[in-house]
């Protein structure tokens, strides 16, 4: 089963605006990653936070980590069009391999 | 962009019949994975490896055997394909450190149809 679960499935925002999607998952984690990946390509990764970390920033994403809680959320601001694409978290342990959500697709209208 | 290729990238195949999907890195990484990806589900791993010839499997394996002779190339095979496993196969490398599974770098895929 996955590991990680994304909220909302789909979000559709108007250019300029902010976007923010969820993700929660099940076990303990030594880091959570967030990929993009643009219709008929692979995914690309965008940022990892570690377990001991709480918020992390790269250019106009924002990642939070709550392991309390068991969730981690991705903020786009200002967001363009080059950021339609469907996001996905995803969370590492201590075996070398990721378990992906199912992603939450993005569209940004103009 | 990190070297890793895929091939084929398409392939329409009969039930019945094996399939191998390839994978090859210059990037020199430890450790790589085979993802499916189908609507709904995300990725999900099938089979992944940290060495040469040390592979283990991955959640969804069933049906599906992998090899890995040298560091750059690991080969995904379906020795008899099934409808079921009509997806989009996607091949990553990493190179983790620590017990820490670093970031994913991930090829284009390989889009495979079984009739």
């Known amino acids: 089963s996955q590991q990680g679960e994304e909220d909302p499935q789909a979000l559709s925002i108007q250019e300029g605006e902010n976007a923010t999607m969820n993700c929660s998952y099940k076990t303990s984690i030594n880091n959570l990653q967030w990929y993009r990946q643009n219709s008929g390509r692979g995914l690309v990764h965008l940022i990892l936070?570690?377990?001991?970390?709480r918020e992390k920033h790269s250019g106009r994403l924002r990642v939070t980590l709550d392991t309390s809680k068991k969730s981690s959320s991705l903020l786009i601001t200002a967001s363009r069009a080059a950021d339609t694409a469907s996001y996905f978290c995803?969370?590492?342990?201590?075996?070398?391999?990721?378990?992906f959500g199912a992603g939450t697709t993005v569209t940004v209208r103009a | 962009d990190a070297g890793i290729t895929q091939s084929p990238r398409h392939k329409v195949t009969e039930t019945g019949t094996p399939v191998t999907l390839r994978c090859h890195q210059t990037e020199n990484h430890r450790y790589m994975y085979w993802y499916r990806q189908d609507p709904g589900h995300g990725l999900r791993l099938i089979h992944y490896?940290?060495?040469?010839?040390?592979?283990d499997k991955g959640e969804v394996s069933d049906g599906y055997s992998v090899s890995r002779s040298k560091t750059e190339d690991f080969l995904l095979t379906l020795e008899s394909a099934t409808s079921s496993q009509t997806s989009v196969y996607f091949c990553?490398?990493?190179?983790?450190?620590?017990?820490?599974?670093?970031?994913?770098?991930f090829g284009e895929g390989s889009r495979l149809t079984v009739l």
């Open positions: 936070i570690r377990s001991n970390e």
């Open positions: 490896s940290y060495g040469v010839k040390d592979t």
């Open positions: 995803a969370t590492g342990g201590n075996d070398y391999k990721l378990s």
């Open positions: 990553a490398i990493s190179e983790s450190r620590q017990g820490n599974t670093g970031e994913l770098f």
